[in-house]
């Protein structure tokens, strides 16, 4: 089932930036701008902030990329760039099919692949250029793929107005003026190594969708949402994560930034980035986190700081994964929010400990590669954290699907579907898995049906052309010039040695099929005749080989002394098929086939087989008549062809003269025009220069106002730049003092910390001293009553003794 065929190309057709950005060092130095106005009237005050992709106003039309792609390509990362800002230039190669594959086929979310002629009528039918003239995709963070050097990866925040009518499957809406404003969407462009040609785009997977005015969704899904007519929801989430959705609270988007000067230099952000990573994304030292943090997936989210670190906490990958590898790659600050670092992650691991209270099973996991974010506050306390979100679903063996939900697919542990994807995407897999003994395609496959025949079909076409077809032009070529009497008059040693002799003599007959069969047309060319000009008995011979080659002409006019070999040939061809039979009797003659060319070549220069001319046994009468008859009919023949020869001469003349009597008046009137666009150019010259003298005046105060124009400008850059670097440099000297301050706090907490240890301490000596003496108290108190109860008890026996 294609939903919404394609999210055409979730791309859709955008705008395209020029120029890549590939380096943030000028966030360390942007301006300071009051944000009184919107976001977009911020971009247009920001015309040569390189981070934001090149111009910021809106354009009707693509920008033509700065080079043209190679003819000759080679897959160099800079041919790469190139090809993928070519791409881009044509609205995603919509607007220029010969920059795709035949075995090109499209990768989205939710639905199934798209080949090529699916694509461009995908693109044809929603044509989102006419409904947003000034589409623009705003690219930027161009890079190649580190495990895939013929792939291009970038992002895009496309924007545009809807000015035009939408189109969308099954109704058609009005233009309403509203801006769109997309969230980051991942790129893919796979290219092929000996073409250069586009081979897999992968587009419409969204990089945070809380980000924008689209409700998190691109292309013609974004489109229709400014439009008035959004998607539903089961089209796109789970059908659990939507009922979710409905009894849960409203999520709202996220505000646009207000500032695109970043709280700490780049290298810095960075820093901060790889630090919540080290410390397992903040979950091994919350502290790292603000108390305000969330964190969003593609799915699930928003959860606070509480909620994430318990969660997340419970997952101990590196225990049910002890050789986990996970690769982050690509660090970058975001160009549209500078207080946000982006960077490229992948996993891969085996699972032989326990996970989530399931026993290992030696399962692999190889996860694709997603897009992780990071954004901070002034203080570098983590305010937000996105994961999950995947670039590419064709690579690994999760499903297409990222985070926890890709590593419990991966190790065959997966999830309800219910909770991971959406309802076409369920649909369309419950059909792979019911077709696949029939397509071969498994439902975890992004391959089209006919992806593997179109890929032979291609290496077929790549391969070098074998010359075998080239064997049966020859013969046609001595049938190919043919003179102005009659089709008969190609022949094939025309263009060799005897053109200069019988330029009208062709052999064109030899090429039909009769003489193909009779295999003689190709001795009638070789006339062997010439070779023994003094011997009348090859006659009976040649005239075997004419009637053989009923259709060649005669080479009789190279050898005028001795006629018959030319009557040779050919001449007899059209009077003397009946003879065809006779022709049989020479067939030893022509026991070698060859072409005609190479067959007059050798009689030419004699290193023809002459050995059949000896085969003079023709000392019967019927044969001397035979050979008598066509010579005369081949002298006949001659004179014909040398009166049309004469004729075709003086038409050739007098189209000639035609012609130059053509050229002649062509001439004159070429020089009348000439004279007269001399005159009115002269005239036109006179009045520019009255126009410049007059214009002169007016110009030098514009000159002079745009001199001062200038200088006041520079003077305010000048200002800006210097006010930037002071809050640069207030920022740095306040971010010093908060690690001062941080440092002094924890010092003064270590300090207060262990006075309190030794407080407890002697609180604890002096408790046990108390109690010593409280014990020593007790044992004299006893010593003492004991010693009390013996004088008693002497004094009683005293008293007893006495009594």
Same mark, same amino acid.
């Given at each position: 089932?294609?939903?919404?065929?394609?999210?055409?190309?979730?791309?859709?057709?955008?705008?395209?930036?020029?120029?890549?950005?590939?380096?943030?060092?000028?966030?360390?130095?942007?301006?300071?701008?009051?944000?009184?106005?919107?976001?977009?009237?911020?971009?247009?005050?920001?015309?040569?902030?390189?981070?934001?992709?090149?111009?910021?106003?809106?354009?009707?039309?693509?920008?033509?990329?700065?080079?043209?792609?190679?003819?000759?390509?080679?897959?160099?990362?800079?041919?790469?760039?190139?090809?993928?800002?070519?791409?881009?230039?044509?609205?995603?190669?919509?607007?220029?099919?010969?920059?795709?594959?035949?075995?090109?086929?499209?990768?989205?979310?939710?639905?199934?692949?798209?080949?090529?002629?699916?694509?461009?009528?995908?693109?044809?039918?929603?044509?989102?250029?006419?409904?947003?003239?000034?589409?623009?995709?705003?690219?930027?963070?161009?890079?190649?793929?580190?495990?895939?050097?013929?792939?291009?990866?970038?992002?895009?925040?496309?924007?545009?107005?809807?000015?035009?009518?939408?189109?969308?499957?099954?109704?058609?809406?009005?233009?309403?003026?509203?801006?769109?404003?997309?969230?980051?969407?991942?790129?893919?462009?796979?290219?092929?190594?000996?073409?250069?040609?586009?081979?897999?785009?992968?587009?419409?997977?969204?990089?945070?969708?809380?980000?924008?005015?689209?409700?998190?969704?691109?292309?013609?899904?974004?489109?229709?949402?400014?439009?008035?007519?959004?998607?539903?929801?089961?089209?796109?989430?789970?059908?659990?994560?939507?009922?979710?959705?409905?009894?849960?609270?409203?999520?709202?988007?996220?505000?646009?930034?207000?500032?695109?000067?970043?709280?700490?230099?780049?290298?810095?952000?960075?820093?901060?980035?790889?630090?919540?990573?080290?410390?397992?994304?903040?979950?091994?030292?919350?502290?790292?986190?603000?108390?305000?943090?969330?964190?969003?997936?593609?799915?699930?989210?928003?959860?606070?700081?509480?909620?994430?670190?318990?969660?997340?906490?419970?997952?101990?990958?590196?225990?049910?994964?002890?050789?986990?590898?996970?690769?982050?790659?690509?660090?970058?600050?975001?160009?549209?929010?500078?207080?946000?670092?982006?960077?490229?992650?992948?996993?891969?691991?085996?699972?032989?400990?326990?996970?989530?209270?399931?026993?290992?099973?030696?399962?692999?996991?190889?996860?694709?590669?997603?897009?992780?974010?990071?954004?901070?506050?002034?203080?570098?306390?983590?305010?937000?954290?996105?994961?999950?979100?995947?670039?590419?679903?064709?690579?690994?063996?999760?499903?297409?699907?990222?985070?926890?939900?890709?590593?419990?697919?991966?190790?065959?542990?997966?999830?309800?579907?219910?909770?991971?994807?959406?309802?076409?995407?369920?649909?369309?897999?419950?059909?792979?898995?019911?077709?696949?003994?029939?397509?071969?395609?498994?439902?975890?496959?992004?391959?089209?049906?006919?992806?593997?025949?179109?890929?032979?079909?291609?290496?077929?076409?790549?391969?070098?052309?074998?010359?075998?077809?080239?064997?049966?032009?020859?013969?046609?070529?001595?049938?190919?010039?043919?003179?102005?009497?009659?089709?008969?008059?190609?022949?094939?040693?025309?263009?060799?040695?005897?053109?200069?002799?019988?330029?009208?003599?062709?052999?064109?007959?030899?090429?039909?099929?009769?003489?193909?069969?009779?295999?003689?047309?190709?001795?009638?060319?070789?006339?062997?005749?010439?070779?023994?000009?003094?011997?009348?008995?090859?006659?009976?011979?040649?005239?075997?080989?004419?009637?053989?080659?009923?259709?060649?002409?005669?080479?009789?006019?190279?050898?005028?002394?001795?006629?018959?070999?030319?009557?040779?040939?050919?001449?007899?061809?059209?009077?003397?098929?009946?003879?065809?039979?006779?022709?049989?009797?020479?067939?030893?003659?022509?026991?070698?086939?060859?072409?005609?060319?190479?067959?007059?070549?050798?009689?030419?220069?004699?290193?023809?087989?002459?050995?059949?001319?000896?085969?003079?046994?023709?000392?019967?009468?019927?044969?001397?008549?035979?050979?008598?008859?066509?010579?005369?009919?081949?002298?006949?023949?001659?004179?014909?062809?040398?009166?049309?020869?004469?004729?075709?001469?003086?038409?050739?003349?007098?189209?000639?003269?035609?012609?130059?009597?053509?050229?002649?008046?062509?001439?004159?009137?070429?020089?009348?025009?000439?004279?007269?666009?001399?005159?009115?150019?002269?005239?036109?010259?006179?009045?520019?220069?009255?126009?410049?003298?007059?214009?002169?005046?007016?110009?030098?105060?514009?000159?002079?106002?745009?001199?001062?124009?200038?200088?006041?400008?520079?003077?305010?850059?000048?200002?800006?730049?210097?006010?930037?670097?002071?809050?640069?440099?207030?920022?740095?000297?306040?971010?010093?003092?908060?690690?001062?301050?941080? #440092?002094? $706090?924890?010092? &003064? @907490?270590?300090?207060?910390? *262990? %006075?309190?240890?030794?407080?407890? +301490?002697?609180? =604890? /000596? !002096?408790?046990?001293?108390?109690?010593?003496?409280?014990?020593?108290?007790? #044992?004299? $108190?006893?010593? &003492? @009553?004991?010693?009390?109860? *013996? %004088?008693?008890?002497?004094?009683? +026996?005293?008293? =007893? /003794? !006495?009594?």
């Amino acid at each position: 089932m294609k939903v919404w065929v394609s999210l055409l190309l979730a791309s859709g057709t955008y705008g395209f930036t020029n120029q890549p950005v590939t380096n943030h060092a000028s966030l360390k130095s942007s301006t300071a701008i009051s944000m009184a106005d919107s976001f977009d009237g911020i971009l247009s005050k920001l015309p040569s902030f390189p981070s934001l992709g090149g111009d910021n106003k809106e354009s009707k039309s693509p920008t033509p990329p700065t080079a043209i792609p190679p003819i000759d390509f080679q897959p160099t990362p800079e041919s790469l760039l190139i090809r993928a800002r070519a791409v881009l230039a044509s609205d995603m190669a919509t607007k220029d099919a010969t920059l795709l594959d035949d075995s090109f086929r499209w990768i989205g979310p939710n639905t199934d692949p798209l080949g090529r002629e699916d694509y461009l009528a995908a693109a044809k039918f929603f044509d989102l250029r006419a409904a947003f003239p000034d589409l623009e995709y705003r690219a930027h963070d161009f890079r190649i793929d580190e495990d895939d050097p013929l792939t291009v990866r970038f992002t895009t925040r496309t924007v545009g107005t809807m000015r035009g009518e939408l189109r969308l499957r099954t109704d058609t809406v009005s233009p309403n003026g509203k801006r769109m404003r997309c969230p980051p969407e991942a790129i893919s462009l796979t290219f092929n190594p000996q073409t250069g040609k586009l081979t897999k785009l992968v587009s419409g997977f969204t990089m945070d969708r809380l980000v924008g005015n689209t409700a998190g969704l691109c292309g013609i899904m974004a489109a229709a949402t400014i439009a008035g007519a959004p998607p539903s929801e089961w089209e796109i989430y789970p059908p659990l994560s939507v009922i979710n959705r409905f009894f849960g609270r409203t999520v709202s988007q996220l505000e646009e930034p207000t500032s695109f000067l970043a709280p700490f230099p780049e290298s810095v952000m960075i820093q901060l980035a790889k630090g919540l990573i080290a410390a397992e994304l903040g979950t091994k030292d919350p502290d790292l986190l603000s108390g305000g943090f969330t964190f969003c997936g593609p799915i699930v989210g928003p959860i606070n700081k509480e909620d994430f670190v318990r969660q997340f906490s419970g997952f101990d990958l590196k225990s049910a994964f002890p050789d986990l590898d996970q690769k982050y790659e690509n660090f970058r600050v975001d160009p549209y929010d500078p207080y946000r670092v982006w960077v490229d992650a992948r996993g891969s691991g085996t699972w032989t400990g326990p996970l989530n209270g399931k026993e290992p099973n030696g399962a692999r996991y190889e996860g694709p590669l997603e897009a992780v974010s990071f954004t901070f506050d002034d203080d570098g306390f983590c305010t937000r954290l996105t994961a999950g979100a995947v670039i590419d679903p064709t690579m690994g063996n999760t499903g297409g699907l990222g985070g926890v939900f890709g590593i419990f697919y991966a190790v065959g542990a997966p999830l309800p579907a219910a909770a991971t994807r959406a309802f076409p995407q369920i649909l369309s897999r419950l059909q792979k898995a019911a077709l696949k003994p029939i397509t071969k395609v498994d439902v975890d496959d992004y391959n089209l049906v006919t992806s593997a025949s179109a890929s032979e079909k291609v290496e077929k076409e790549d391969a070098p052309v074998a010359p075998a077809s080239i064997p049966p032009t020859p013969p046609p070529k001595p049938a190919a010039t043919v003179s102005a009497p009659k089709t008969e008059t190609a022949a094939p040693a025309k263009p060799f040695f005897a053109a200069p002799k019988l330029p009208t003599i062709p052999i064109p007959e030899p090429a039909t099929p009769a003489a193909k069969k009779a295999v003689k047309p190709k001795s009638a060319p070789k006339a062997a005749a010439p070779k023994l000009p003094s011997i009348s008995i090859p006659k009976p011979p040649a005239p075997a080989k004419k009637t053989a080659k009923p259709a060649p002409k005669a080479t009789a006019p190279k050898l005028p002394s001795i006629s018959i070999p030319k009557p040779t040939a050919a001449p007899a061809k059209k009077a003397v098929k009946p003879k065809a039979k006779a022709s049989t009797k020479s067939i030893p003659i022509q026991t070698e086939p060859s072409d005609p060319v190479s067959d007059a070549f050798g009689a030419f220069f004699g290193t023809a087989k002459v050995e059949d001319t000896p085969k003079p046994k023709v000392a019967d009468e019927k044969k001397v008549n035979a050979a008598a008859a066509a010579k005369a009919k081949a002298d006949a023949k001659r004179k014909e062809v040398e009166e049309q020869k004469a004729q075709a001469e003086a038409k050739r003349k007098e189209v000639e003269e035609q012609k130059a009597a053509a050229a002649k008046k062509a001439a004159e009137e070429k020089v009348a025009a000439a004279k007269k666009a001399a005159e009115e150019k002269a005239t036109a010259a006179k009045k520019a220069d009255e126009r410049k003298a007059a214009g002169q005046a007016a110009s030098s105060s514009q000159r002079q106002a745009a001199e001062e124009k200038k200088k006041a400008a520079a003077e305010a850059a000048a200002e800006a730049k210097r006010i930037a670097e002071e809050k640069k440099a207030a920022a740095e000297a306040a971010a010093e003092a908060r690690r001062l301050a941080i #440092e002094e $706090k924890k010092a &003064a @907490a270590e300090a207060a910390a *262990e %006075a309190k240890r030794q407080i407890a +301490e002697e609180k =604890k /000596a !002096a408790a046990a001293a108390a109690a010593e003496a409280r014990r020593q108290a007790e #044992e004299e $108190k006893k010593a &003492a @009553a004991a010693a009390a109860a *013996e %004088a008693k008890r002497k004094i009683a +026996e005293e008293k =007893k /003794a !006495a009594a």
